[in-house]
């Protein structure tokens, strides 16, 4: 099966810029994340998705950061305006949704953006 | 918030040894999974233990898990050169919004020298 899907894979932007990211989940998972993954450091969950419904954004910082996943498949992620600190690795993941159940998730290759 | 520390946070041993690296985390969990990041890459899954086993095995992984310490390890036999990555810890906890969050370690830098 094909895997995750992101792009691009590397971006670099001046501070105040604007920039998206897309996700293309594995096909038929329910479930997708968004992960910031700043060098050195664990990923750092910003946004997970339900379908199209948003579960938890708790980390999200939505003075600057938004993401839609459009019809419960593709997904974006939007910083505007981007800060130095916002240079990380965005991750996309995905998995199987699993009532009361454990599940694993299947992560894309990431975005490393470069803020300057 | 990352709940989960690992130790050590960076592990250099040579091919054939075996390699141990633990997990320390806060609160109550469901599952605790285990990921591999290469160099650049996405993490890729390699074991989930549920928090009703205490043990499980994978090829050359095994994982152990004491609740009652809020611990976890992964200890790798016999290692490869390509046994070289960054491993995490994962743990999933049940949200009062009736969904799982999975909550990432700091990681443990593994390197396996030839």
């Known amino acids: 099966e094909a895997g995750v899907a992101q792009s691009p894979r590397y971006k670099i932007i001046e501070k105040r810029q604007s920039v998206a990211f897309w996700c293309n989940p594995i096909s038929g998972h329910a479930t997708l994340y968004w992960y910031q993954q700043i060098l050195g450091q664990g990923p750092k969950l910003l946004i997970q998705f339900q379908n199209n419904g948003v579960v938890d954004d708790s980390q999200l910082p939505k003075d600057r950061f938004s993401a839609e996943r459009l019809k419960g498949v593709d997904s974006t992620l939007k910083i505007q305006p981007a800060k130095l600190e916002d240079s990380a690795v965005y991750l996309c993941?995905?998995?199987?949704?699993?009532?009361?159940?454990?599940?694993?998730?299947?992560f894309g290759p990431g975005t490393r953006l470069t803020v300057t | 918030s990352q709940q989960g520390e690992e130790d050590p946070q960076a592990l250099s041993i040579q091919e054939g040894e075996n390699a141990t690296m633990n997990c320390s985390y806060k609160?109550?969990?469901?599952?605790l999974q285990w990921y591999r990041q290469n160099s650049g890459r996405g993490l890729v899954h390699l074991i989930l233990?549920?928090?009703?086993?205490r043990e499980k095995h994978s090829g050359r992984l095994r994982v152990t898990l004491d609740t009652s310490k809020k611990s976890s390890s992964l200890l790798i036999t016999a290692s490869r050169a390509a046994d070289t990555a960054s491993y995490f810890c994962a743990t999933d906890a049940w949200e009062s919004g009736g969904y799982q969050k999975v909550t990432f370690g700091t990681g443990t830098k593994l390197q396996v020298i030839p």
């Open positions: 993941a995905s998995s199987l949704e699993e009532i009361g159940g454990a599940y694993e998730q299947y």
């Open positions: 609160t109550s969990i469901n599952n």
């Open positions: 233990i549920r928090s009703n086993e």
